[in-house]
């Protein structure tokens, strides 16, 4: 019976990002990497990010809203970032539990990421904001590819794809704001839509 063999799609993919980090000059370690703070390792990232990370962000009431809302915040500029950032506020302010939900769940994200032991330690040494979002930012180019693309994150399947997507028309009415030109026939979806080959 024909299985999946994890242990060996992981080592393909770890040879694979060292080989990308390689060519690219790029500095990467497959497997492990300490975490040094004050001269000492406190912590160590595992190879790959485990998926039990993101559990404690599941069932933040408001959470998708928020960080919606803290991408405009960070892509807006001048009256539109105020209002942006106006809106985080809102719903932090809607929700009283939500600011001590996400400290909670991102200790726990922490937790699952280093080990309870190496959290522990890694808190003991007493990092700084600037050292969390050092430490952030450095996972997030680790696990989560330095720009990668969702497809990369996600990886691509060994079989290869049929084709695109079936887009399906929101409303199947006409809304009659375009007018037609003169001795054109309205083009329906199925007219405008390829031909299947």
């Given at each position: 019976?024909?299985?999946?063999?994890?242990?060996?799609?992981?080592?393909r993919?770890?040879?694979?990002?060292?080989?990308?980090?390689?060519?690219?000059?790029?500095?990467?370690?497959?497997?492990?990497?300490?975490?040094?703070?004050?001269?000492?390792?406190?912590?160590?990232?595992?190879?790959?990010?485990?998926?039990?990370?993101?559990?404690?962000?599941?069932?933040?009431?408001?959470?998708?809203?928020?960080?919606?809302?803290?991408v405009?915040?960070?892509?807006?500029?001048?009256?539109?970032?105020?209002?942006?950032?106006?809106?985080?506020?809102?719903?932090?302010?809607?929700?009283?539990?939500?600011?001590?939900?996400?400290?909670?769940?991102?200790?726990?994200?922490?937790?699952?990421?280093?080990?309870a032991?190496?959290?522990?330690?890694?808190?003991?040494?007493?990092?700084?904001?600037?050292?969390?979002?050092?430490?952030?930012?450095?996972?997030?180019?680790?696990?989560?590819?330095?720009?990668?693309?969702?497809?990369?994150?996600?990886?691509?399947?060994?079989?290869?794809?049929?084709?695109?997507?079936?887009?399906?028309?929101?409303?199947?009415?006409?809304?009659?704001?375009?007018?037609?030109?003169?001795?054109?026939?309205?083009?329906?979806?199925?007219?405008?839509?390829?031909?299947?080959?």
């Amino acid at each position: 019976m024909p299985g999946i063999d994890l242990d060996t799609a992981r080592a393909r993919r770890l040879a694979a990002a060292a080989a990308k980090a390689l060519a690219a000059k790029a500095e990467y370690t497959v497997g492990e990497e300490p975490i040094v703070l004050g001269g000492v390792q406190v912590a160590v990232l595992p190879a790959e990010l485990p998926l039990e990370v993101w559990q404690p962000l599941i069932g933040i009431p408001y959470l998708p809203l928020l960080l919606r809302k803290l991408v405009e915040a960070a892509q807006s500029k001048g009256e539109q970032q105020a209002e942006a950032a106006g809106l985080v506020v809102d719903v932090l302010g809607s929700e009283p539990t939500l600011p001590a939900d996400l400290v909670a769940a991102v200790g726990e994200m922490g937790r699952r990421l280093l080990g309870a032991d190496g959290y522990e330690q890694l808190m003991a040494a007493r990092p700084s904001h600037s050292d969390i979002v050092e430490l952030v930012r450095y996972a997030w180019s680790k696990y989560l590819g330095g720009g990668a693309g969702l497809g990369e994150l996600i990886a691509p399947s060994a079989t290869p794809s049929s084709g695109g997507t079936t887009s399906n028309p929101t409303s199947s009415g006409s809304t009659g704001s375009t007018p037609e030109e003169s001795g054109s026939a309205p083009v329906s979806s199925a007219s405008s839509a390829p031909a299947a080959s």
